[in-house]
């Protein structure tokens, strides 16, 4: 049996002296709990020395208020019932720090988001207030005084993802002469971004802002970049991460490849045969390829599943011929795996585009003049397919073009969200087309959404330039020609609701303006690096205001669009933020632990070892002389599932005290 | 290890309002709720949470602790499986449920009274409707009644 430890109840309370303060958060809390009244309540309970409410607990006199009771009343226990510690545990914490009061003898009671929030009823809200300030009250008593734990942070960083997000903060890092790993999964880096013409609404060129950064990325000292590559394994913590990359083998030794590209030229396959993949399967390439002309590292790859030596062992190997004495292709290469030590990760793993044929009425796949957006994108960059010439897959031009906004996107049946940058691309591809084509261009839309530097004032040009707008969501893309002059031509069938009657719209291209979606491993991904999705699958950040690029694992950093849709201004400025916070905290060279740790009591262990294999993080381990088990502070995380498992009763967990938690138990239960 | 006083509920004349303790683990139940209020969603105010960093933190003392101490139901909230902050601390909490849930059988507690719920960060609507669910179902069933089980041995059922 643990010590007896001394009763909270009235005379026996010893040396606790307690202050409870109750937040109005201005009517947020004070609109449906009488905060009065659970201040009057609070001030009868045992220990408790002063009660007192206040508009906003958390302003600065609402901080002094407590500092200056701490001094004069000598309080050395503190109750604040306000809003979730999640938000303002650390603001209160500082505030006891600062009075000289140890900071974990502080409990907060949620009753903005656990109570006023969710509750209408003011009589129940206040009566469900004062039995958690009862239970606040009753636990607070116990708080022993605990101290932060050091330790030390490796300065490196992990950068997941090569898009604009992934180079914008690992350029930034390393220029903070910081060492950053920029790991991408495909053989070169930049992204969706790499495959644009222009970018809305400067229309400047894509590639020309985007290449200098990925040659940046490439040349910088402070940079090891891993293309071709992805994360296998994560273990460690805030400022100690151990990581695991794999590596997959591009049959090219990346050292000894000058990006010279003669093996392409003398493969022995002298057209392409297989789908493109940067260029979305709009042209062929050959087994051994450079993704885009401008890919970094400018390094080739060679494809095992459609190389001939890989299928058969019997091609003439007129590639290893052409690299001659620079002897850069390795046949046998293997994947390797690279154990690397980091202190921060930036997860900046970007989005997928919909998939325009889950919705079968626009015919994606069926008829071939309908494209997605992405595709667009890559018929007018002047690096593409076609050399930047819009045609159809028949090699003529288009004389009217329709594009369909909100294509998996604000749709009940697929998306509900709102894409973000569909509107202000649609109306790029509009004047692109335009400009290339002269063709005549019908933007469909719901409503359209141009908030933004500039933004509005490209919508505006665009009226002027000529383009149609019909609003309403298209029904339909169909080939049946209801009068002669439609044969051959696409129809777009949709209500133009502010003509109020349904248009057929003749076209020669379809274009999808297709959304954003979370990347098909999110899930897997979050799970390695222990942070949380939204319902949607896009990374959850630590607070969607306070803390957007901080998730909930300390250390771990999310920007760019695998944290919702967003554009590139936004994506470069979220992905600075990240980097900042990195720095931020290395420059800090320590990091805080919460100490929640757990501990045992040597004469208590009875030394059965059961809690040996609840840990998972082998912090548990046995001293064979003594008989006992001990835990290592350092590896234990404070989960407490150990505590809870131990027989004997001989673990605790700090601040989560088996008596601390009976307390609160019993008081929220106890009647007034 | 615990011996003390249980609590007897006062016999009040009007509706019988349950009176709900429920565990949340920090990082995705306990969220979730935080969630729900910042969405302002409405649920019943017939839970009180108590917040711990893992479910895998619920000892089953916590659990016999607030039955007998006079709580109409418990529930517990952790995150999915495979979820876990703590990579496994939920599976461990699974495998105590199934026991307890056997042990509170044999007291003559109702399954319903007993309730452990995945319920990750952005599912605030989920915190919602367990509550209301949760709320109703024991609602049904009434005040808990330990027959007086509790009464003479409050050293057994917590010791």
């Not at chain 1, 933007?443 to 149609?468: A, Q, S, W």
């Not at chain 2, 507690?109 to 179902?137: P, Y």
């Amino acid at each position: 049996m643990p010590e007896a430890r001394p009763p909270t109840n009235g005379s026996n309370s010893g040396s606790v002296r307690i202050g409870v303060y109750v937040c109005h958060c201005g009517t947020n809390i004070a609109g449906t709990v009488d905060v009065k009244a659970v201040s009057d309540y609070a001030a009868g309970l045992p220990g408790v020395v002063v009660s007192r409410d206040y508009k906003y607990m958390c302003s600065d006199p609402g901080q002094a208020l407590i500092q200056q009771d701490i001094r004069e009343l000598g309080l050395n226990r503190i109750v604040v019932a306000s809003c979730s510690p999640l938000l303002h545990e650390p603001t209160f914490r500082r505030a006891l720090d600062r009075a000289g009061l140890n900071p974990f003898l502080l409990q907060m009671v949620n009753i903005r988001e656990h109570v006023s929030w969710v509750h209408l009823d003011k009589q129940a809200a206040t009566a469900k207030t004062n039995d958690m300030v009862r239970a606040a009250v009753r636990r607070v008593s116990l708080h022993k005084p605990l101290q932060k734990r050091r330790v030390p942070i490796n300065p490196n960083v992990l950068v997941v993802g090569g898009g604009i997000a992934g180079i914008h903060a690992a350029l930034t890092l390393a220029d903070a002469g910081k060492h950053v790993y920029l790991v991408e999964r495909e053989p070169t880096i930049g992204g969706h971004m790499a495959k644009f013409d222009k970018t809305f609404p400067t229309l400047d060129c894509a590639a020309c802002i985007l290449t200098p950064k990925m040659t940046a990325v490439g040349s910088n000292p402070n940079i090891t970049l891993w293309t071709y590559s992805d994360a296998a394994k994560v273990e460690g913590y805030v400022g100690n991460y151990h990581v695991t990359v794999r590596r997959k083998p591009r049959y090219i030794i990346e050292d000894l490849c000058l990006g010279c590209q003669e093996c392409i030229t003398a493969c022995v396959y002298k057209e392409g045969k297989t789908r493109d993949e940067f260029n979305l399967g709009l042209s062929k390439r050959k087994p051994v390829y450079l993704p885009f002309p401008q890919a970094v590292p400018q390094k080739v790859v060679i494809d095992p599943e459609t190389c001939i030596e890989f299928k058969s062992g019997k091609c003439k190997k007129t590639c290893i011929e052409a690299c001659g004495d620079r002897q850069a292709i390795d046949f046998k290469q293997k994947e390797t795996l690279e154990d690397i030590e980091v202190g921060t990760i930036i997860l900046a793993t970007g989005f997928k585009t919909f998939d325009a044929a889950r919705n079968a009425y626009y015919g994606y796949g069926r008829y071939p003049n309908v494209y997605t957006s992405l595709e667009v994108e890559r018929l007018i960059n002047a690096a593409g397919p076609t050399g930047g010439e819009l045609v159809l897959r028949d090699g003529n031009r288009p004389k009217a073009v329709g594009i369909i906004h909100c294509v998996g996107s604000r749709d009940a049946n697929t998306n509900r969200w709102c894409s973000k940058v569909c509107c202000m691309y649609s109306l790029k591809l509009a004047h692109l087309i335009k400009e290339r084509t002269g063709a005549e261009v019908f933007n469909f839309y719901i409503d359209m959404r141009t908030p933004g530097k500039g933004y509005e004032e490209f919508y505006d040009r665009l009226l002027d330039e000529g383009v149609h707008f019909v609003r309403g969501r298209v029904a339909e893309v169909t080939d049946w020609a209801a009068h002669p002059s439609e044969k051959g031509k696409l129809i777009i069938r949709a209500e133009d609701t502010l003509a109020a009657f349904v248009r057929r719209i003749p076209v020669d291209m379809v274009v999808l303006s297709v959304g954003l979606e979370p990347q098909a491993d999110a899930q897997a991904v979050r799970r390695m690096f222990n942070i949380s999705c939204s319902n949607e699958g896009w990374f959850l950040e630590r607070h969607p205001k306070l803390a957007p690029v901080s998730t909930f694992t300390e250390g771990v950093y999310i920007a760019g669009a695998c944290q919702g849709p967003k554009d590139i201004p936004d994506t470069v400025a979220q992905a600075g933020a990240a980097a900042a916070e990195a720095v931020a905290l290395i420059d800090a060279q320590f990091v805080e632990l919460e100490p929640y740790t757990a501990f045992i009591s040597e004469e208590e262990c009875s030394g059965c070892k059961s809690c040996i294999p609840l840990c998972p993080y082998q912090a548990i381990s046995f001293v064979e002389d003594k008989k006992k088990a001990t835990i290592n502070e350092v590896l234990c995380k404070g989960c407490g599932t150990c505590v809870a498992g131990c027989p004997s009763g001989s673990i605790q967990q700090n601040f989560f005290e088996d008596d601390e938690i009976f307390e609160e138990i019993e008081g929220v239960l106890a009647y007034a | 290890m615990r011996n003390r006083q249980l609590s007897h509920p006062p016999v009040s004349p009007g509706v019988f309002e349950p009176r709900i303790v429920a565990f949340f683990c920090n990082w995705c139940t306990y969220l979730a709720a935080d969630l729900a209020g910042t969405s302002r969603m409405k649920y019943a105010p017939n839970v009180r949470v108590i917040r711990l960093m893992c479910s895998g933190r619920v000892d089953p003392q916590f659990v016999l602790d607030a039955f007998a101490q006079g709580a109409d139901g418990v529930l517990i909230g952790g995150c999915h499986p495979g979820d876990c902050h703590y990579q496994e601390g939920n599976y461990k909490t699974l495998r105590r449920y199934h026991l307890l849930k056997r042990v509170l059988r044999e007291m003559g507690i109702e399954e319903e009274r007993f309730r452990l719920e995945w319920i990750s960060a952005a599912e605030g609507d989920r915190v919602r409707t367990v509550i209301n669910d949760m709320v109703e179902k024991v609602r049904a069933l009434g005040p808990l009644q330990l027959n007086g089980m509790t009464e003479h041995v409050p050293e057994e059922v917590v010791v």
